[in-house]
Protein backbone atom coordinates (compact mmCIF):
# COMPACT_ATOMS: atom_id res chain seq x y z
CA UNK A 1 0.00 0.00 0.00
CA UNK A 2 1.14 3.57 -0.62
CA UNK A 3 -0.10 6.66 1.25
CA UNK A 4 -0.35 10.04 -0.39
CA UNK A 5 -2.49 13.22 -0.15
CA UNK A 6 -5.36 14.55 -2.63
CA UNK A 7 -6.30 18.21 -2.95
CA UNK A 8 -9.77 19.13 -3.93
CA UNK A 9 -10.80 22.35 -5.52
CA UNK A 10 -11.55 23.71 -2.64
CA UNK A 11 -8.41 22.98 -1.54
CA UNK A 12 -9.43 20.75 1.34
CA UNK A 13 -6.68 17.86 1.79
CA UNK A 14 -7.47 14.41 2.52
CA UNK A 15 -4.59 11.33 2.65
CA UNK A 16 -5.42 8.26 0.42
CA UNK A 17 -4.21 4.66 0.71
CA UNK A 18 -4.41 2.47 -2.37
CA UNK A 19 -2.71 -1.14 -3.24
CA UNK A 20 0.19 -0.51 -5.38
CA UNK A 21 0.08 -4.40 -6.46
CA UNK A 22 -3.25 -3.75 -8.71
CA UNK A 23 -1.79 -2.04 -11.46
CA UNK A 24 -4.29 0.76 -10.62
CA UNK A 25 -4.19 4.26 -11.70
CA UNK A 26 -4.32 7.39 -9.91
CA UNK A 27 -7.28 8.65 -11.79
CA UNK A 28 -8.70 5.33 -10.82
CA UNK A 29 -8.14 5.69 -7.28
CA UNK A 30 -9.43 9.27 -7.76
CA UNK A 31 -12.30 8.04 -8.72
CA UNK A 32 -12.90 5.29 -6.53
CA UNK A 33 -12.63 7.82 -3.39
CA UNK A 34 -15.56 10.14 -5.07
CA UNK A 35 -13.48 12.52 -6.36
CA UNK A 36 -15.18 14.83 -9.10
CA UNK A 37 -13.03 12.87 -11.98
CA UNK A 38 -14.82 12.91 -15.53
CA UNK A 39 -12.45 10.74 -17.32
CA UNK A 40 -14.49 10.95 -20.27
CA UNK A 41 -12.36 8.54 -22.27
CA UNK A 42 -11.47 6.24 -19.79
CA UNK A 43 -8.24 6.20 -19.43
CA UNK A 44 -6.56 6.21 -22.78
CA UNK A 45 -4.65 9.89 -22.34
CA UNK A 46 -7.40 11.16 -24.64
CA UNK A 47 -9.77 13.75 -23.05
CA UNK A 48 -7.50 15.76 -20.13
CA UNK A 49 -10.66 15.39 -18.05
CA UNK A 50 -8.09 13.77 -15.06
CA UNK A 51 -5.83 16.92 -14.89
CA UNK A 52 -4.14 16.92 -11.62
CA UNK A 53 -1.05 19.21 -10.88
CA UNK A 54 1.66 17.10 -8.54
CA UNK A 55 2.48 19.46 -5.92
CA UNK A 56 5.12 17.47 -4.26
CA UNK A 57 6.68 14.02 -5.64
CA UNK A 58 7.19 15.41 -9.09
CA UNK A 59 10.78 14.55 -8.63
CA UNK A 60 9.69 10.56 -8.45
CA UNK A 61 6.85 10.83 -10.63
CA UNK A 62 8.69 12.36 -13.23
CA UNK A 63 7.10 14.56 -16.14
CA UNK A 64 4.31 14.18 -18.41
CA UNK A 65 4.59 11.93 -20.93
CA UNK A 66 4.36 12.51 -24.98
CA UNK A 67 0.56 11.74 -24.97
CA UNK A 68 -0.03 13.61 -21.74
CA UNK A 69 1.37 16.45 -22.95
CA UNK A 70 -0.38 16.11 -26.48
CA UNK A 71 -4.00 16.53 -24.52
CA UNK A 72 -2.88 19.09 -21.97
CA UNK A 73 -1.32 21.63 -24.49
CA UNK A 74 -5.33 21.62 -25.73
CA UNK A 75 -6.23 23.20 -22.16
CA UNK A 76 -6.74 26.77 -21.62
CA UNK A 77 -4.46 26.22 -18.69
CA UNK A 78 -1.91 23.46 -17.28
CA UNK A 79 1.59 23.74 -15.78
CA UNK A 80 5.34 22.35 -15.39
CA UNK A 81 3.78 19.84 -12.76
CA UNK A 82 1.26 18.96 -14.61
CA UNK A 83 -0.11 15.30 -15.38
CA UNK A 84 -2.90 13.51 -16.51
CA UNK A 85 -4.29 11.28 -13.31
CA UNK A 86 -5.07 7.84 -15.90
CA UNK A 87 -1.22 7.44 -16.67
CA UNK A 88 0.09 7.38 -13.11
CA UNK A 89 0.81 4.24 -11.69
CA UNK A 90 -0.03 3.73 -8.31
CA UNK A 91 3.26 2.35 -6.98
CA UNK A 92 5.72 2.80 -4.65
CA UNK A 93 7.08 6.39 -6.63
CA UNK A 94 3.73 8.10 -4.97
CA UNK A 95 4.10 7.80 -1.33
CA UNK A 96 4.41 11.14 0.22
CA UNK A 97 3.61 12.97 -2.81
CA UNK A 98 0.90 15.91 -2.62
CA UNK A 99 -1.62 15.39 -6.09
CA UNK A 100 -3.72 18.27 -6.82
CA UNK A 101 -7.02 18.16 -8.48
CA UNK A 102 -7.09 20.51 -11.92
CA UNK A 103 -9.09 21.76 -14.49
CA UNK A 104 -12.42 23.13 -14.68
CA UNK A 105 -14.05 19.82 -15.98
CA UNK A 106 -13.41 17.86 -12.96
CA UNK B 1 -40.84 21.75 -37.98
CA UNK B 2 -39.51 17.95 -38.13
CA UNK B 3 -42.40 15.29 -36.91
CA UNK B 4 -40.71 11.97 -36.39
CA UNK B 5 -42.18 8.94 -33.66
CA UNK B 6 -39.29 9.01 -31.57
CA UNK B 7 -36.82 11.96 -30.78
CA UNK B 8 -33.11 10.27 -29.38
CA UNK B 9 -31.27 13.12 -28.24
CA UNK B 10 -27.44 11.88 -28.15
CA UNK B 11 -26.39 10.34 -31.72
CA UNK B 12 -23.26 8.00 -30.24
CA UNK B 13 -23.33 4.27 -30.28
CA UNK B 14 -26.57 3.61 -28.55
CA UNK B 15 -28.89 6.20 -29.89
CA UNK B 16 -27.93 4.61 -33.24
CA UNK B 17 -28.64 1.23 -32.12
CA UNK B 18 -31.44 2.57 -30.87
CA UNK B 19 -32.29 3.39 -34.35
CA UNK B 20 -32.45 -0.11 -35.34
CA UNK B 21 -34.45 -1.48 -32.46
CA UNK B 22 -37.04 1.56 -33.72
CA UNK B 23 -37.66 0.49 -36.82
CA UNK B 24 -37.71 -3.39 -36.47
CA UNK B 25 -41.09 -1.86 -34.83
CA UNK B 26 -41.93 0.82 -37.24
CA UNK B 27 -41.30 3.76 -35.41
CA UNK B 28 -39.17 5.92 -36.78
CA UNK B 29 -36.37 8.33 -35.26
CA UNK B 30 -34.76 11.69 -35.57
CA UNK B 31 -31.54 11.71 -33.69
CA UNK B 32 -30.05 15.35 -32.25
CA UNK B 33 -25.91 15.69 -31.22
CA UNK B 34 -24.28 18.78 -30.33
CA UNK B 35 -21.07 17.02 -32.09
CA UNK B 36 -21.25 17.86 -35.80
CA UNK B 37 -20.80 14.14 -36.58
CA UNK B 38 -22.57 11.22 -35.57
CA UNK B 39 -20.68 8.17 -32.90
CA UNK B 40 -20.41 10.13 -30.07
CA UNK B 41 -17.38 10.08 -27.95
CA UNK B 42 -16.04 6.84 -30.17
CA UNK B 43 -15.90 9.43 -33.36
CA UNK B 44 -14.81 12.51 -31.51
CA UNK B 45 -12.16 11.13 -28.68
CA UNK B 46 -11.30 7.47 -29.68
CA UNK B 47 -11.68 6.92 -33.67
CA UNK B 48 -8.95 4.90 -34.55
CA UNK B 49 -8.68 3.55 -31.21
CA UNK B 50 -9.97 -0.54 -31.03
CA UNK B 51 -12.40 -1.71 -28.93
CA UNK B 52 -12.47 -5.33 -27.71
CA UNK B 53 -16.07 -5.81 -25.89
CA UNK B 54 -18.60 -5.38 -29.00
CA UNK B 55 -20.43 -9.09 -28.88
CA UNK B 56 -19.41 -10.88 -32.41
CA UNK B 57 -16.67 -8.50 -32.65
CA UNK B 58 -12.94 -9.38 -31.22
CA UNK B 59 -11.78 -6.18 -32.08
CA UNK B 60 -12.83 -3.80 -33.73
CA UNK B 61 -11.83 0.34 -34.59
CA UNK B 62 -13.81 2.57 -32.61
CA UNK B 63 -14.82 4.34 -35.82
CA UNK B 64 -15.65 1.01 -37.58
CA UNK B 65 -18.09 0.67 -35.24
CA UNK B 66 -20.07 3.74 -35.68
CA UNK B 67 -19.72 3.33 -39.47
CA UNK B 68 -21.26 -0.43 -39.25
CA UNK B 69 -24.04 1.05 -37.10
CA UNK B 70 -25.39 3.81 -39.82
CA UNK B 71 -25.25 0.91 -42.43
CA UNK B 72 -27.19 -1.26 -39.96
CA UNK B 73 -29.75 1.87 -39.52
CA UNK B 74 -29.71 2.86 -42.66
CA UNK B 75 -33.12 0.83 -43.91
CA UNK B 76 -34.85 2.54 -41.37
CA UNK B 77 -34.19 6.47 -42.87
CA UNK B 78 -33.20 8.26 -39.71
CA UNK B 79 -33.25 12.03 -40.03
CA UNK B 80 -30.30 14.33 -37.93
CA UNK B 81 -30.01 17.28 -36.49
CA UNK B 82 -26.30 18.00 -36.19
CA UNK B 83 -24.39 20.71 -34.57
CA UNK B 84 -27.22 21.32 -32.47
CA UNK B 85 -27.98 21.44 -28.81
CA UNK B 86 -31.51 20.40 -27.23
CA UNK B 87 -32.24 22.97 -24.64
CA UNK B 88 -36.08 22.40 -24.20
CA UNK B 89 -38.81 19.66 -23.92
CA UNK B 90 -42.42 21.04 -24.01
CA UNK B 91 -44.52 18.52 -23.16
CA UNK B 92 -48.11 18.83 -25.49
CA UNK B 93 -51.75 18.20 -24.15
CA UNK B 94 -52.00 14.93 -26.22
CA UNK B 95 -48.90 13.60 -24.04
CA UNK B 96 -46.51 14.10 -26.76
CA UNK B 97 -43.28 16.02 -26.73
CA UNK B 98 -42.02 19.56 -28.39
CA UNK B 99 -37.84 19.42 -28.61
CA UNK B 100 -36.60 22.74 -29.34
CA UNK B 101 -32.09 23.09 -29.97
CA UNK B 102 -30.50 26.09 -29.25
CA UNK B 103 -30.59 26.69 -33.09
CA UNK B 104 -34.95 27.04 -32.60
CA UNK B 105 -34.78 23.91 -34.59
CA UNK B 106 -38.21 22.18 -33.25
CA UNK B 107 -38.76 18.27 -33.30
CA UNK B 108 -42.30 16.92 -32.67
CA UNK B 109 -42.35 13.37 -30.95
CA UNK B 110 -44.47 10.83 -29.03
CA UNK B 111 -41.49 9.74 -27.38
CA UNK B 112 -38.12 10.98 -25.86
CA UNK B 113 -35.02 8.99 -25.65
CA UNK B 114 -31.94 10.30 -24.31
CA UNK B 115 -28.80 8.54 -25.14
CA UNK B 116 -26.27 11.71 -24.24
CA UNK B 117 -23.69 10.00 -22.79
CA UNK B 118 -22.00 12.30 -20.40
CA UNK B 119 -23.94 14.98 -22.13
CA UNK B 120 -23.14 18.00 -23.77
CA UNK B 121 -19.57 18.23 -25.23
CA UNK B 122 -19.26 21.62 -24.64
CA UNK B 123 -15.91 23.71 -25.14
CA UNK B 124 -13.32 24.69 -22.53
CA UNK B 125 -13.31 28.26 -22.01
CA UNK B 126 -10.35 30.24 -20.44
CA UNK B 127 -10.46 31.80 -17.60
CA UNK B 128 -11.08 35.67 -19.00
CA UNK B 129 -13.13 37.89 -16.76
CA UNK B 130 -16.16 39.35 -18.36
CA UNK B 131 -15.34 36.54 -20.89
CA UNK B 132 -19.66 36.07 -21.47
CA UNK B 133 -19.91 39.43 -21.92
CA UNK B 134 -18.54 38.96 -25.12
CA UNK B 135 -19.82 35.50 -26.11
CA UNK B 136 -21.38 35.90 -29.24
CA UNK B 137 -20.23 39.25 -29.50
CA UNK B 138 -16.92 38.41 -30.96
CA UNK B 139 -15.94 35.49 -28.85
CA UNK B 140 -17.20 32.48 -30.62
CA UNK B 141 -16.06 28.58 -29.82
CA UNK B 142 -16.80 27.13 -33.10
CA UNK B 143 -16.36 28.23 -36.73
CA UNK B 144 -19.88 27.33 -37.97
CA UNK B 145 -19.96 29.26 -41.19
CA UNK B 146 -16.33 30.37 -42.31
CA UNK B 147 -17.90 33.63 -44.54
CA UNK B 148 -18.74 35.07 -41.19
CA UNK B 149 -15.30 35.78 -40.93
CA UNK B 150 -14.91 37.48 -44.56
CA UNK B 151 -12.78 40.47 -44.27
CA UNK B 152 -12.76 40.62 -40.47
CA UNK B 153 -9.81 40.58 -37.77
CA UNK B 154 -9.66 37.04 -36.21
CA UNK B 155 -7.64 35.59 -33.39
CA UNK B 156 -7.51 32.18 -32.64
CA UNK B 157 -6.02 30.09 -29.33
CA UNK B 158 -4.60 27.37 -29.02
CA UNK B 159 -2.32 24.85 -30.22
CA UNK B 160 -3.80 21.66 -31.42
CA UNK B 161 -5.01 20.68 -34.79
CA UNK B 162 -8.07 22.65 -34.96
CA UNK B 163 -6.10 26.05 -34.12
CA UNK B 164 -4.00 25.08 -36.88
CA UNK B 165 -6.42 23.66 -39.60
CA UNK B 166 -8.72 27.16 -38.69
CA UNK B 167 -5.55 29.27 -38.98
CA UNK B 168 -4.54 27.37 -42.63
CA UNK B 169 -8.31 28.21 -43.80
CA UNK B 170 -9.09 31.71 -42.21
CA UNK B 171 -5.56 32.82 -43.42
CA UNK B 172 -7.71 32.69 -46.75
CA UNK B 173 -10.96 33.90 -46.10
CA UNK B 174 -10.25 37.36 -43.01
CA UNK B 175 -8.27 40.55 -43.51
CA UNK B 176 -5.98 39.55 -40.66
CA UNK B 177 -5.62 36.04 -38.91
CA UNK B 178 -3.46 35.79 -35.17
CA UNK B 179 -2.60 32.98 -33.78
CA UNK B 180 -1.97 32.94 -29.89
CA UNK B 181 -0.06 29.81 -28.58
CA UNK B 182 1.20 29.56 -25.29
CA UNK B 183 4.11 27.44 -26.34
CA UNK B 184 7.27 27.50 -27.93
CA UNK B 185 6.37 24.80 -30.80
CA UNK B 186 3.05 22.90 -31.82
CA UNK B 187 2.22 19.27 -30.82
CA UNK B 188 -0.46 18.99 -33.32
CA UNK B 189 0.31 17.85 -36.97
CA UNK B 190 3.63 18.38 -37.74
CA UNK B 191 2.30 19.10 -42.02
CA UNK B 192 0.16 21.97 -40.29
CA UNK B 193 2.64 23.41 -38.17
CA UNK B 194 5.02 23.23 -41.06
CA UNK B 195 2.10 24.88 -42.96
CA UNK B 196 1.76 27.42 -40.29
CA UNK B 197 4.82 28.62 -40.15
CA UNK B 198 5.02 29.12 -44.13
CA UNK B 199 2.15 31.10 -43.84
CA UNK B 200 3.77 33.06 -40.29
CA UNK B 201 7.00 34.04 -42.58
CA UNK B 202 4.96 35.03 -45.63
CA UNK B 203 3.18 37.40 -43.35
CA UNK B 204 -0.27 35.42 -44.28
CA UNK B 205 -1.01 35.23 -40.78
CA UNK B 206 0.43 36.42 -37.16
CA UNK B 207 2.05 33.88 -35.14
CA UNK B 208 2.48 35.04 -31.69
CA UNK B 209 4.36 32.35 -29.48
CA UNK B 210 4.77 32.10 -25.93
CA UNK B 211 1.67 33.99 -25.12
CA UNK B 212 -1.88 33.89 -23.27
CA UNK B 213 -4.68 35.46 -23.44
CA UNK B 214 -5.24 38.04 -20.57
CA UNK B 215 -7.70 40.41 -20.87
CA UNK B 216 -10.78 41.13 -23.53
CA UNK B 217 -11.15 44.86 -24.71
CA UNK B 218 -14.16 46.33 -25.83
CA UNK B 219 -17.92 48.17 -25.13
CA UNK B 220 -19.69 45.30 -25.81
CA UNK B 221 -18.57 43.97 -28.79
CA UNK B 222 -14.88 42.36 -28.94
CA UNK B 223 -12.29 45.12 -29.70
CA UNK B 224 -8.96 43.77 -28.66
CA UNK B 225 -7.36 41.43 -27.18
CA UNK B 226 -4.70 42.02 -24.63
CA UNK B 227 -1.52 39.13 -24.67
CA UNK B 228 0.40 38.22 -22.05
CA UNK B 229 3.90 36.95 -22.84
CA UNK B 230 6.06 34.47 -21.06
CA UNK B 231 8.05 37.34 -19.17
CA UNK B 232 5.01 39.44 -17.95
CA UNK B 233 5.34 42.13 -20.83
CA UNK B 234 1.79 42.75 -22.08
CA UNK B 235 0.69 43.77 -26.00
CA UNK B 236 -2.89 44.84 -26.82
CA UNK B 237 -4.16 43.40 -30.71
CA UNK B 238 -7.17 45.10 -32.13
CA UNK B 239 -9.53 42.32 -33.07
CA UNK B 240 -13.13 41.69 -34.89
CA UNK B 241 -13.24 38.16 -33.28
CA UNK B 242 -11.17 35.74 -31.00
CA UNK B 243 -11.84 31.80 -31.01
CA UNK B 244 -10.62 29.83 -28.51
CA UNK B 245 -9.69 26.39 -29.00
CA UNK B 246 -9.29 24.42 -26.24
CA UNK B 247 -11.13 21.31 -26.73
CA UNK B 248 -14.53 20.28 -25.88
CA UNK B 249 -15.46 18.69 -22.37
CA UNK B 250 -18.81 17.47 -21.54
CA UNK B 251 -21.16 19.11 -19.47
CA UNK B 252 -24.50 17.58 -18.51
CA UNK B 253 -26.15 20.87 -19.78
CA UNK B 254 -30.05 21.75 -19.91
CA UNK B 255 -30.82 17.88 -19.37
CA UNK B 256 -30.53 18.91 -15.82
CA UNK B 257 -33.46 21.19 -16.19
CA UNK B 258 -35.67 18.57 -17.38
CA UNK B 259 -37.21 17.38 -14.60
CA UNK B 260 -35.81 14.25 -14.18
CA UNK B 261 -34.09 12.30 -11.04
CA UNK B 262 -30.24 12.80 -11.31
CA UNK B 263 -27.66 11.35 -9.63
CA UNK B 264 -23.72 12.16 -9.91
CA UNK B 265 -24.85 13.49 -13.15
CA UNK B 266 -26.63 10.56 -14.66
CA UNK B 267 -30.50 10.36 -15.16
CA UNK B 268 -31.94 7.48 -12.67
CA UNK B 269 -34.25 5.09 -14.48
CA UNK B 270 -36.35 1.59 -14.16
CA UNK B 271 -34.49 -1.52 -15.36
CA UNK B 272 -38.02 -2.86 -16.30
CA UNK B 273 -37.87 -0.46 -19.51
CA UNK B 274 -35.22 2.62 -18.59
CA UNK B 275 -37.87 4.77 -18.14
CA UNK B 276 -37.05 7.96 -16.30
CA UNK B 277 -39.41 9.32 -13.81
CA UNK B 278 -41.59 11.39 -16.88
CA UNK B 279 -43.95 9.78 -19.04
CA UNK B 280 -42.27 9.19 -22.53
CA UNK B 281 -39.13 10.14 -21.55
CA UNK B 282 -36.33 7.65 -21.39
CA UNK B 283 -32.82 7.51 -20.57
CA UNK B 284 -30.15 4.55 -22.39
CA UNK B 285 -26.39 4.24 -22.06
CA UNK B 286 -23.95 6.29 -20.46
CA UNK B 287 -26.26 8.53 -19.39
CA UNK B 288 -28.67 6.63 -17.01
CA UNK B 289 -28.07 5.26 -13.60
CA UNK B 290 -29.57 2.63 -11.68
CA UNK B 291 -28.24 -0.68 -9.40
CA UNK B 292 -26.03 -2.66 -11.47
CA UNK B 293 -24.97 -0.07 -13.92
CA UNK B 294 -22.05 -0.88 -16.46
CA UNK B 295 -20.85 1.65 -18.18
CA UNK B 296 -20.50 -0.39 -21.65
CA UNK B 297 -21.41 0.15 -25.17
CA UNK B 298 -22.77 -3.75 -25.14
CA UNK B 299 -25.25 -2.69 -21.90
CA UNK B 300 -26.03 0.70 -23.65
CA UNK B 301 -27.42 -1.58 -26.79
CA UNK B 302 -29.40 -4.42 -24.44
CA UNK B 303 -31.05 -1.07 -22.70
CA UNK B 304 -32.23 0.18 -26.56
CA UNK B 305 -33.82 -2.94 -27.34
CA UNK B 306 -35.85 -3.44 -23.93
CA UNK B 307 -36.47 0.66 -23.97
CA UNK B 308 -37.78 0.36 -27.19
CA UNK B 309 -40.36 -2.00 -26.71
CA UNK B 310 -41.61 -0.19 -24.08
CA UNK B 311 -42.04 2.92 -25.78
CA UNK B 312 -44.20 1.16 -28.87
CA UNK B 313 -47.32 1.90 -26.57
CA UNK B 314 -47.09 5.28 -27.06
CA UNK B 315 -46.24 5.12 -30.93
CA UNK B 316 -49.14 3.31 -31.46
CA UNK B 317 -51.60 3.02 -28.81
CA UNK B 318 -54.03 1.12 -30.75
CA UNK B 319 -51.55 -1.73 -31.71
CA UNK B 320 -50.64 -5.19 -29.70
CA UNK B 321 -46.94 -5.48 -30.00
CA UNK B 322 -45.64 -8.94 -30.83
CA UNK B 323 -42.47 -9.58 -30.64
CA UNK B 324 -40.10 -10.66 -33.96
CA UNK B 325 -37.03 -12.05 -34.71
CA UNK B 326 -34.70 -10.94 -37.52
CA UNK B 327 -34.21 -14.34 -38.43
CA UNK B 328 -37.83 -15.18 -38.62
CA UNK B 329 -38.99 -11.41 -40.01
CA UNK B 330 -35.58 -10.22 -41.64
CA UNK B 331 -35.36 -6.13 -41.72
CA UNK B 332 -38.35 -4.48 -43.12
CA UNK B 333 -37.02 -1.29 -44.55
CA UNK B 334 -39.49 1.89 -44.65
Known amino acids: MVKFTVEDHEGIRQEIEAPDDMGLSLMEILKASEYPVLATCGGMALCATCHVEILEGQDELGEATDAELDQLENLPEYFPTSRLACQVRISPLLEGSIVKLRGEDN | ?334
Not at chain 2, 176 to 204: I, M, Q
Open chain 2, 1 to 334: MITTDICIIGAGPVGLFAVFEAGLLKMRCHLIDYLPQVGGQLSEIYPQKPIYDIPGYPEIKAQDLVDNLMDQIKPFKPTFTLGERVDHLAKQEDGSFMVTTNDKTKVHAQVIVIAGGLGVFEPRKPALENLDHFEGNGVTYMVKNPETFRNKKVMLAGGGDSALDWAIYLSNVAERVTLVHRNETFRGAPDSAAKVYDLANNGKIDLILSANLKELGGNGKLKSVKLEGKSKEEITIDTDYLIPLFGLSPKLGPIADWGLNIDRNAIEVDTRDYSTGVDRIFAIGDINTYPGKLKLILCGFHEAAIMMHAAFKYVYPDQKLSFKYTTVNGVNSF
